[in-house]
């Protein structure tokens, strides 16, 4: 999971970025998870918070690393108990490997 920098709010084009998703993905996903709905701006465009970045994170994660489909990912979201702290080592070193490039990137 990439992890977020501290801002009030970001676009969906900024929530891309940290989660490797494209927007018509998290697009869809607000309409299979209730819980997942971002407030809109005056000008229409999606404003997302923290705590919904890392919902979107998690439904990433049920999806693509567990393999469930889109309802058992649902039921699990519903479960009090739905803590999702498991951390693929490849998926951390494609992270550090991200983050180290745009370091590299804003020594240049």
Request: charged residues 35%; glycine residues 2%; positive net charge.
């Amino acid at each position: 999971m990439s992890r977020v920098q501290e801002k009030l709010f970001y676009k969906i084009s900024d929530v891309c970025k940290l989660t490797g998703l494209e927007a018509y993905v998290v697009r869809f996903w607000e309409t299979e998870f209730p819980t997942l709905h971002p407030k809109k701006s005056k000008g229409n465009q999606r404003i997302y918070i923290k705590k919904e970045i890392d919902l979107i994170q998690e439904i990433k994660y049920l999806l693509y690393e567990e393999k469930m489909t889109i309802a058992g990912a649902r039921k699990r979201l519903r479960q009090p108990s739905h803590k999702i702290k498991k951390v693929d080592a490849n998926q951390t070193l494609h992270i550090v490997k991200r983050e180290l490039e745009d370091l590299l990137h804003l020594l240049n």
